[in-house]
């Protein structure tokens, strides 16, 4: 599911006879995507793309899921399930394409670029949003005009679950 999610069923790894997995999408998808087992519930869950180096050595107490994570927060579709599921970037007003560390959402940019993101203390210094004149964009950078994600949401450095991804693509068209 997630291959089909993020277009990648189809990738030539996948599907032309010399790819590394020929026909091989779960193998595919083990080696591209890192799962892990939550530590409060013992339920798998998504922990993001692998290319995070996420799966060396970690304290296994700090790998929780959405649902574990955020008690009493909505994380999970009724029709989709939580392999869908949207989170705010912890350090800007963009939607989360990166899940590392077991722990943290970010977004490209946050993600790849040094001095941004987990680097930046969460003292009150990061860019805030104020959902109408003022909001946080990626680079620890703030932004004019209406927040882009569209929703109230807390401020930046703490977790947001947005929703899921397929019903907030399925309600823009």
Known sequence: MRLEYDNLSQCQEIVSEGGRYYQNP?????DKF?????????????????ACGVRGEFDPSELVCGPCANPGMVTTCSKHGDDFFEYKC???CSVAVWFCFGTTHF??????????????K????????DGKHK?????GKQGEGPCPLKVP?????EE???????????QTF
């Open 135 to 139: 909001f946080a964009l990626p680079l």
């Open 90 to 92: 912890q350090f800007c």
């Open 26 to 30: 779960v193998g595919y998808a083990m």
């Open 34 to 50: 890192a799962y892990f087992m939550c530590y409060k519930c013992s339920k798998p869950y998504f922990g993001g793309d692998a």
């Open 122 to 129: 969460r003292d009150g210094t990061l860019p805030c949003c």
């Open 107 to 120: 977004c490209d940019a946050c993600h790849n670029n040094p001095g941004v993101g987990p680097d930046q």
């Open 160 to 170: 947001f679950p947005l929703g899921c991804g397929i019903c907030r693509n399925a």
């Open 153 to 157: 949401h807390p401020p930046t450095g």
